[in-house]
């Protein structure tokens, strides 16, 4: 089992910048691959960015390209999503997930709102 504890959303110009973090806990957290999506009212949650076990790579949806950063530190058991220039688009509710390829555990979510 692993719990995952999502944190830093809020209510944001646009243009503006924001830093989610997802803590992790209960298993070793170098074993998973860890991903962020989203979910805007009325619509299907969306891929948001990843980044593997191993050697760190990184994707991303075209709509966050240049604009958002995933990254993690094994040590403290967090993942990241840098967010810049913010757009209202961004609105939704952001969760985490771990994947070792066997389960995917999700967190509860953060809810990230940018003003026009």
């Known amino acids: 089992q692993v719990q995952l504890v999502e944190s830093g959303g809020g209510l944001v110009q646009a243009g503006g910048s924001l830093r989610l973090s997802c803590a992790a806990s209960g298993r070793t957290f170098s074993s998973f691959a860890m991903g962020w999506f989203r979910q805007a009212p009325g619509k299907e949650r969306e891929f948001v960015a990843d980044?593997?076990?191993?050697?760190?790579?990184?994707a991303y949806a075209d709509s966050v390209k240049g604009r958002f950063t995933i990254s993690r530190d094994n040590a403290k058991n967090t993942v990241y999503l840098q967010m810049n220039s913010l757009k209202p688009e961004d609105t939704a509710v952001y969760y985490c997930?771990?994947?070792?390829?066997?389960?995917?555990?999700w967190g509860q979510g953060t809810q990230v709102t940018v003003s026009s």
């Open positions: 980044i593997s076990r191993g050697d760190y790579r990184t």
């Open positions: 997930n771990a994947n070792d390829l066997r389960k995917i555990y």
